[in-house]
């Protein structure tokens, strides 16, 4: 495979529920992202992960917890999420972190995310 | 605050040229990109200008003038797969990708 892979592709969940959110890139690069997506809205940094360490918390709530292992792999606990979470979202990936130059990011297709 | 202005949806017809513009206010510029979304789908790199002027690559090319805070994106020969929302990310002074919420383009035939 190759690319970004997030899954799963739609999730339901209820208001005390836990689930998580994967995401795998086989692109070599460095950085991952997370990022959330409302419609008619703009895309709206979560976290970002360079080399594994965070290095960005886009003043997020705890209710969503990030989990970087390892450079190609990104996850996203979801736990006592909130109906104004519904959302897509989408992981990205980078050769680096440092976003100078053209540092294209590479984006997954999404979760569609439904709280109840 | 920072803002990226972006239509939030146009139509245009098949075979036609449409123009999709983007202006902005933001703190310091670091070159801005264009990204095509399909529906359900992940939203792919189309563009990046750092310098003014028009970049051109195939069908698509994209205009910067800095002074003026403004972009577009310049689609030619427009064809039904084109249909899809167009995001414009501007990058700041310390680097942050500060995006639009995205132009919907309908093509019709």
């Known amino acids: 495979e ?53 290095t960005e918390n886009n003043s997020v ?10 450079s190609s792999h990104l996850f996203l606990h979801l736990h006592t999420l909130q109906p104004e979470d519904s959302a ?3 992981c990205a990936s980078s050769p680096r972190g440092d976003m100078s130059g053209a540092n294209v990011l590479t984006f997954g297709a999404g979760s569609r995310l439904t709280v109840l | 605050g920072q803002n990226i202005d972006q239509p939030t949806e146009m139509t245009a017809t098949e075979g036609a040229i449409v123009q999709i513009n983007c202006t902005y206010q933001t703190s310091g510029f670091n070159g801005l990109f264009w990204y095509q979304q ?14 003014d002027g028009l970049e051109e690559k195939g069908r698509f090319s994209s205009f910067l003038s800095r002074s003026k805070g403004y972009s577009y994106l310049l689609l030619k020969e427009l064809q039904m797969k084109d249909s899809a929302s167009y995001l414009c990310a501007v990058r700041d ?17």
Do not use: D
């Not at chain 1, 190759?2 to 086989?26: A, D, F, I």
């Not at chain 1, 709530?61 to 390892?70: H, I, K, L, T």
């Open chain 1, 2 to 54: 190759t690319g970004v892979t997030q899954t799963p592709r739609h999730l339901v969940m209820g208001m005390t529920n836990k689930k998580s959110l994967k995401c795998e890139q086989h692109l070599g690069h460095n950085a991952m992202y997370w990022y959330k997506q409302s419609a008619k809205k703009p895309l709206e940094l979560m976290f970002v992960y360079n080399f594994k360490e965070q």
């Open chain 1, 61 to 70: 709530p705890s209710r969503f917890s990030p989990e970087c292992p390892n």
């Open chain 1, 88 to 90: 897509l979202y989408l």
């Open chain 2, 38 to 51: 399909h529906a359900g789908e992940a939203p792919t790199f189309l563009s990046y200008n750092v310098l």
């Open chain 2, 93 to 109: 002074s310390n680097y942050q990708l500060i995006w639009g919420a995205g132009t919907k383009l309908i093509i019709k035939p």
